[in-house]
């Protein structure tokens, strides 16, 4: 199974696109690291202050999937330089 979830963020004290990336590179290469999914800034590249973030995770086990995505969320939501506002989540 395939889960793909797509997350807006608001980032509060980005004042130009340069701190947006800076930011938004910072949290990406984490959550890489931290977990063994695919993710990426897929909208929103000329908003200072908000971002969409894509990802997705591969699994046999339903359970497993949303344990994980559950993980994602808590680390994610974890940053104070952003807030998730809105989250659309696929299984495939």
């Known amino acids: 199974?395939?889960?793909t979830c797509v997350s807006e963020f608001h980032i509060f004290d980005a004042g130009n696109?340069?701190?947006?990336r800076?930011?938004?590179?910072?949290i990406l290469t984490r959550t890489r690291q931290k977990f063994n999914i695919s993710i990426a800034e897929t909208a929103f590249h000329d908003k200072w202050q908000r971002?969409?973030?894509?990802?997705?995770?591969?699994?046999?086990?339903?359970k497993h999937?949303?344990?994980e995505l559950q993980?994602?969320?808590t680390f994610?939501?974890?940053f104070p330089e952003w807030e998730r506002s809105s989250a659309t989540i696929d299984f495939i």
Do not use: C, N, Y
């Open 1 to 3: 199974m395939i889960l």
């Open 17 to 20: 696109l340069k701190e947006k």
């Open 22 to 26: 800076a930011v938004t590179r910072r």
């Open 51 to 62: 971002t969409e973030i894509t990802f997705a995770i591969v699994s046999g086990d339903k």
């Open 65 to 67: 999937l949303e344990k």
């Open 71 to 73: 993980a994602v969320f």
């Open 76 to 78: 994610l939501d974890s």
